[in-house]
């Protein structure tokens, strides 16, 4: 079977790597924010907010609040997706890569 020679710097590693990374970062700033009552009103909210709404809004929809103190655990679970998902991707490329 036929294995790619190593690239000189492993850019896709680095990039799901980071990428990745870089979304459970926004996701964790925007629970932060939510918890002390920050809205929209941030640009910076609104950035990440429209960065994290495509992954934490399906997540919203299957689990729903949770509890008598109606906890949103989306975050949660998308934060876990996304690291399986990164560690997943990481594993099954090339070495090198």
Known sequence: MYTPPPL???IFSVLIK?????LVLAMLVRAIASWFHIDERY???RFLARLTDPFIVPARRIVG???ALNLDLSFFVTWFALIVIQTLLLQSM????
């Open 65 to 67: 609040r949770v509890g």
């Open 94 to 97: 090339p070495y090198g890569w």
């Open 8 to 10: 000189p710097f492993p």
């Open 43 to 45: 640009a910076i909210i």
């Open 18 to 22: 980071y990428g990745i990374g870089f």
